[in-house]
């Protein structure tokens, strides 16, 4: 008999998008709690058919979580009371009983959860990953995970421009997040863009943003500083943006909203006046939607990165411990998301690599 101790964290209550999440793990209120699950790794009937017993190493913190934690139903159900907290993530496989994954193989998956171990049952969007392949394990939830797969599919698919159109002036907001400075960089070296004018909060990320382009074609502007509309409209310089936020016949691609997860009134949209006058398209995307064109995605991007026209280091990623006695901050570290803790992907360790 070979026991194993794992801590989870459960969803005690729905959060709603009107609050933050209660992290009081006292209260009979708080979201999240902290559990224990022993599983025998010897026990034959610890797995059915097709299930792994998944030792967590990296969390993936994303924005989406948190529609994750509430009732209200979107793009998935809602997560049931009582299961673990769901998050993608990478997990080494301690026991199988499917036949695409073996113990010791490193994978990517989006069933972790908030999890030492977890018992999962793997969907066809999971993998097993090649270490030797990329600088380290974790650039697949930052140069190939998700956040670039929708700058990759933002660019390429909806905003409607081709790599060869010239003279396109692109604005991108929260250019210092994981999807923002992917989406930067995707445009500044493999589009031909004008200049991005790229938004991000604080004077260093503001300077960081400025590193990811070509020739000086990414502007930065801290929406942080007192002077931030003088700089935003000489970042302008009278002209007009083609994509994201458009003057005329423009095209925004609506990623997400992570500035109005915490306050219900910030996603009250009053501009419809300026869509019409300015025959603006709004398009809003989730990355699932282009499933079927992962692995072109994948293809590309691998391509990209071995012949230097994207440069993998530069897919910057901010990882904060959770391990052994700090998984007791895993929820309070994802929290960060929303007061701009991370620059690029933002990744929790759990587990040792």
Excluded at 33 to 59: R, S
Excluded at 210 to 231: A, C, F, H, P, R
Excluded at 310 to 327: A, M, N, P, R, W
Aim: no cysteine; proline share 4%; charged share 25%.
């Amino acid at each position: 008999m070979v026991l194993i101790d794992a801590q989870q964290w459960t969803l005690n209550r729905y959060a709603t998008f009107a609050e933050e999440v209660n992290l009081n793990y006292d209260s009979p209120d708080a979201t999240f709690k902290l559990t224990t699950k022993t599983y025998d790794t010897e026990d034959p009937e610890l797995l059915k058919d097709g299930e792994i017993l998944l030792e967590t190493l990296y969390l993936s913190n994303d924005p989406a979580q948190k529609g994750w934690f509430t009732s209200r139903k979107s793009y998935v159900p809602p997560v049931p009371l009582g299961s673990v907290a769901p998050s993608q993530g990478i997990g080494r496989v301690i026991v199988s009983k499917s036949d695409d994954y073996s113990p010791g193989d490193i994978i990517y998956s989006r069933k972790v959860g908030w999890s030492t171990h977890n018992v999962i049952s793997p969907t066809p969007l999971d993998r097993k990953l090649d270490a030797s392949k990329v600088p380290h394990i974790t650039k697949y939830l930052s140069a190939f995970g998700t956040t670039t797969l929708t700058a990759y599919f933002s660019a390429f698919k909806y905003s409607e421009l081709k790599p060869d159109d010239e003279g396109k002036i692109w604005l991108i907001s929260g250019a210092a997040g994981a999807a923002g400075s992917s989406l930067v960089q995707i445009v500044a070296h493999l589009f031909k863009p004008k200049k991005i004018i790229a938004i991000a909060g604080g004077e260093s990320k503001r300077k960081w943003v400025e590193t990811l382009g070509v020739n000086g074609n990414v502007i930065g502007v801290d929406y942080k500083s007192d002077d931030y509309n003088d700089k935003f409209e000489e970042a302008l310089n009278g002209e007009e943006i083609d994509v994201f936020v458009d003057h005329t016949f423009g095209k925004i691609v609506q990623v997400g909203s992570i500035a109005s997860y915490n306050d219900n009134t910030n996603f009250v949209f009053n501009s419809f006046f300026t869509v019409t006058t300015k025959r603006l398209r709004i398009q809003g995307m989730i990355v699932i939607d282009d499933i079927d064109d992962f692995p072109e995605a994948f293809t590309n991007l691998t391509e990209w990165f071995s012949n230097g026209k994207l440069d993998i280091s530069k897919f910057e990623e901010t990882v904060v411990d959770g391990k052994g006695v700090h998984f007791k901050d895993v929820p309070k570290l994802w929290t960060g998301l929303f007061t701009g803790q991370n620059k690029g992907k933002y990744i929790t360790q759990v587990g040792d690599y």
